[in-house]
């Protein structure tokens, strides 16, 4: 009997174990923290032996394989134990492409990936074709797979994930962008995690298809090193006779098969400048998985993206909030606010991750107004955008940032929260934030009405 073991049980850890099992594997469960109880009440059901509060190492020697969690580096002492004794560790998704007949379209990049993958998966299903949405987003694929299997995956895919990956072969695969993030994993050295990214592609084969932003030069200089030849596809944003997509007299211009397809811009959902880029990627993928293409700019029009994505929460008395929880570094937040043209009451902070804020400073120039820092230590914000952003504000209540939002706010500005630090000072998440923001909101906008009746 196969013996698989899985190191976590959050929601990769759980999918990848129930599939394991399904697939008649002899299946171990072990969690340093602790395991939810529902969980633990299907891994008993299903006969599925488990640990909380520790790891024991010879469970692990003892498997054939070993699934991890993507949060735990190839450096952890115990991974080092583990493949030092001869035992394969994988991630959930290698483990699971191994189970499944459909073609993938992997999705990867610094920032944008979510929105591009929910985009791309809409464009699919929205022409009719039998498609799934893993990875990254939803539930894990292993779990998915445990009740059926798709004709296509549309797959978000971090750095983390493609660590763990062998013969994961993508049919599409997607290269967004590369910029500085989680570079404590990678020895604060952006080329091995340019060089992780790009391993996503070192299994294709000619036939397949590889999407590439060819603006973003450190893309280009990694190409150098790539171990396959696919397709390429390169996209940006101005005409390029390489390029197999653009943007022309504000339209999306997208060349395959020796034909051109063109798209309004006005007639998207998704606006501002990153969005076209994501927007150019999706379109690719979507054609290569043979989505005619009079379906194309009805999908277009028709996403809704994801929530704490520059998503709009409401109006009060003029000024317009937006929830960019999910603009967790520096260039996320460079894309939010270059994507309003408003005077902005800008509220950031939280977790610095050795953020560059240089790299704003043309941003905000005459277009924020106000900064409100929201964090526990908000020194290296001030620091940063002192003498450059007429007024800076700081507090570690969300309530009293909206509050003075539109205290300092006139109608016509727009306050967004884009924080370009993590959330963990404050708030357990991204998501965590972005819903408290929400709901401050919400609330204030409720007493601001109460108020005038």
Request: proline share 3%; charged share 25%; aromatic share 8%.
């Amino acid at each position: 009997m196969q013996k698989t073991a899985i190191i976590g049980s959050g929601e990769s850890g759980f999918g990848a174990a129930l599939l394991a099992k399904q697939q008649g594997h002899g299946v171990f469960v072990s969690d340093a923290g602790k395991i939810a109880e529902e969980k633990k009440t299907v891994f008993r059901e299903k006969g599925i032996d488990f640990e909380e509060g520790k790891h024991s190492v010879e469970s692990f020697i003892a498997a054939d394989t070993v699934v991890k969690s993507p949060g735990i580096p190839y450096s952890n002492p115990l991974m080092t134990q583990i493949i030092s004794s001869g035992i394969p560790v994988v991630d959930e998704l290698e483990f699971a492409f191994g189970f499944s007949k459909g073609k993938v379209i992997a999705i990867t990049g610094t920032n944008g990936k979510t929105t591009t993958t929910l985009l791309t998966y809409h464009l699919l299903k929205s022409a009719g074709l039998n498609v799934g949405l893993a990875g990254n987003v939803g539930k894990s694929w292993a779990l998915q797979l445990c009740e059926n299997d798709h004709d296509w995956w549309v797959l978000e895919v971090s750095s983390f994930q493609i660590e763990g990956f062998v013969k994961f072969r993508p049919s599409v695969a997607l290269l967004l962008n590369i910029t500085p993030d989680h570079l404590d994993r990678y020895d604060n050295d952006l080329s091995l995690y340019a060089a992780t990214k790009l391993k996503l592609t070192d299994t294709m084969e000619p036939e397949d298809h590889f999407i590439y932003y060819d603006e973003d030069l450190i893309i280009k200089s990694t190409l150098k090193s790539r171990k396959s030849q696919p397709e390429d596809l390169p996209y940006g944003l101005d005409i390029s006779p390489e390029r197999k997509a653009y943007v022309e007299e504000n339209k999306l211009t997208v060349k395959t098969g020796g034909k051109i397809w063109t798209w309004p811009i006005q007639e998207m959902a998704l606006q501002g400048k990153h969005n076209l880029c994501n927007s150019l990627a999706a379109v690719l993928a979507a054609k290569m998985a043979g989505v005619p293409s009079e379906k194309l700019g009805p999908g277009l029009k028709t996403f809704v993206n994801a929530a704490h994505r520059m998503e709009w929460v409401a109006e009060i008395d003029g000024l317009e909030f937006i929830n960019d929880s999910k603009g967790t570094n520096v260039d996320a937040t460079a894309f939010a606010l270059e994507a309003y043209q408003n005077d902005l009451i800008w509220i950031a902070g939280g977790v610095d991750k050795g953020n560059d804020y240089s790299l704003l400073e043309k941003k905000i120039e005459g277009h924020v107004k106000v900064l409100i820092c929201l964090g526990k230590d908000n020194e290296k914000l001030k620091k940063a955008f002192s003498g450059k952003i007429p007024v800076i504000l700081e507090t570690q209540d969300l309530q009293q940032a909206i509050t003075w939002a539109l205290e300092k706010g006139a109608a016509g500005d727009l306050v967004l929260l884009s924080p370009a630090c993590a959330s963990f000072d404050l708030f357990k998440n991204y998501e965590d934030r972005g819903n408290q923001f929400k709901e401050a909101v919400l609330n204030l906008k409720k007493a601001f009405e109460n108020g005038k009746s």
